[in-house]
């Protein structure tokens, strides 16, 4: 079975210093892994994909992921947060067959002036 | 690129009424999913649809829940009769390729329920 866990539930960041949301999948093949952020009474937004092509994946907003197998791990960063990086950020893990999406936990992100 | 449309944003009902979301796909999307977010979690699915046939039910409550998508396009989510727990944000989202995990889904802005 497909699982993704995000390992920190809050994350709470200074403004101008860097953002790390953490996401461990486990899986018996390599799956296809996004990152969505969530604004307060918005929809879900794609930040990033990674589809097995380079391992370093840039974002949106200045965000970007890498994918470690032998960790199997797509940490989210940002080098500089903002005031409007405030959100929740889901990574989710899809598979081909059946294009199921599973999500993590989510991480809630806190900015501080 | 009209996104995907569900409506309506907010609704309050009681408990054991019944009540009934819309999702509006992205045109030629073929795969369309509900999710049911409760606060403080990550989305879990519902339903999923390729088409007008369901792929994934298994974590549907078909005592309560029913959804459908006619001609493969739009699609009603319905909750009769609705509980407490059911207090959620439902996320409607589409996909366009079956079998390519290459492609996202794109979410509606949900519909908040609330049961009083």
């Known amino acids: 079975a497909q699982s993704v866990t995000q390992l920190d539930s809050h994350v709470s960041v200074s403004e101008g210093t860097p953002v790390l949301l953490r996401c461990n999948y486990s899986s018996s093949y390599s799956p296809s892994l996004f990152w969505y952020v969530q604004h307060p009474n918005k929809g879900l937004q794609l930040l990033l994909k990674?589809?097995?092509?380079?391992?370093l994946v840039k974002g949106i907003n200045g965000f970007e992921a890498e994918f470690k197998k032998s960790e199997t791990s797509f940490h989210l960063t940002k080098p500089s947060a903002h005031m409007s990086d405030a959100a929740e950020y889901f990574c989710?893990?899809?598979?081909?067959?059946?294009?199921?999406?599973?999500f993590g936990g989510g991480t809630r992100v806190l900015v501080k002036p | 690129e009209a996104g995907v449309a569900q409506s309506p944003r907010y609704k309050i009902i009681e408990k054991r009424q019944s009540v009934a979301f819309w999702c509006n796909p992205i045109?030629?999307?073929?795969?369309l999913y509900w999710y049911q977010q409760i606060l403080g979690q990550g989305p879990k699915l519902l339903i999923q649809f390729q088409n007008n046939g369901v792929v994934d039910d298994s974590q549907l409550p078909k005592d309560r829940f029913s959804a459908e998508r006619l001609k493969g396009v739009d699609s009603t989510l319905k909750i009769q009769p609705a509980k407490l727990e059911d207090s959620a944000v439902y996320l409607c989202a589409s996909s366009l390729d079956w079998g390519n995990r290459n492609t996202e889904a794109f979410f509606g802005q949900g519909t908040r329920l609330t049961v009083v």
């Open positions: 989710v893990a899809i598979k081909a067959a059946g294009n199921k999406l599973t």
């Open positions: 990674y589809t097995s092509a380079a391992t």
């Open positions: 045109s030629g999307h073929a795969t």
